[in-house]
């Protein structure tokens, strides 16, 4: 039995190999799909919010609207940041959270989100204190958001670097959309 079984294997193998052939003819095309939905054409989007201050009486947060014609899906990640300084004429990005240790009180700007709007506020552990800082960390702060659909965010993106970021969405500078509080 045993050598009837190992004789019939090769025997099987040599004519399943065998099944081979030149392609038969093409059939015809079958049915039209349905169609799709069409797409936004936008990817990927840079916000820049217009110079705004941080002020006691609105708990040290200013809002932003996101566009009514630009819709963010909530798969959709931000990445925020602001304007640091300016270096020889190039602006310097800081990723949001960003803390600051040299002021008393210590703080950190940073920010939150919905599908509608973009809250930028600060933050410390006693927020009455920060009516002491430099005007200077509160007036005229310019932030940066960017909405990176889900499909493009990847470990690869390091998110906290707004040059590489744009950079791998094919970003610039005219890309840049100017938003009013």
């Given at each position: 039995m045993k050598t009837t079984i190992k004789l019939f294997i090769p025997v099987l193998f040599l004519i399943i190999s065998a099944c081979e052939g030149p392609r038969g003819p093409v059939g015809p095309p079958g049915p039209q799909g349905p169609a799709g939905q069409d797409g936004s054409g936008t990817l990927a989007q840079v916000f820049e919010t217009q110079p705004a201050d941080f002020i006691e009486s609105e708990q040290w947060a200013i809002f932003f609207d996101i566009p009514?014609?630009?819709?963010?899906?909530?798969?959709?990640?931000?990445?925020?940041?602001?304007?640091?300084?300016?270096?020889?004429?190039?602006?310097?990005?800081?990723?949001?959270?960003?803390?600051?240790?040299?002021?008393?009180?210590?703080?950190?700007?940073?920010?939150?989100?919905?599908?509608?709007?973009?809250?930028?506020?600060?933050?410390?552990?006693?927020?009455?204190?920060?009516?002491?800082?430099?005007?200077?960390?509160?007036?005229g702060q310019i932030f940066?958001?960017?909405?990176?659909?889900?499909?493009?965010?990847?470990?690869?993106?390091?998110?906290?670097?707004?040059?590489?970021?744009?950079?791998?969405?094919?970003?610039?500078e005219d890309d840049v959309i100017k938003i009013k509080k």
């Amino acid at each position: 039995m045993k050598t009837t079984i190992k004789l019939f294997i090769p025997v099987l193998f040599l004519i399943i190999s065998a099944c081979e052939g030149p392609r038969g003819p093409v059939g015809p095309p079958g049915p039209q799909g349905p169609a799709g939905q069409d797409g936004s054409g936008t990817l990927a989007q840079v916000f820049e919010t217009q110079p705004a201050d941080f002020i006691e009486s609105e708990q040290w947060a200013i809002f932003f609207d996101i566009p009514e014609d630009f819709e963010i899906f909530e798969s959709d990640i931000i990445a925020a940041y602001i304007l640091w300084e300016t270096d020889n004429g190039l602006d310097i990005w800081r990723p949001l959270p960003q803390y600051v240790f040299e002021t008393q009180p210590s703080f950190a700007y940073n920010f939150d989100y919905t599908l509608a709007d973009v809250r930028f506020f600060l933050d410390a552990e006693n927020l009455s204190n920060l009516n002491n800082l430099p005007p200077g960390y509160l007036n005229g702060q310019i932030f940066r958001f960017v909405v990176i659909p889900a499909e493009f965010a990847s470990a690869r993106m390091d998110l906290t670097n707004y040059e590489e970021v744009t950079k791998m969405l094919n970003l610039d500078e005219d890309d840049v959309i100017k938003i009013k509080k």
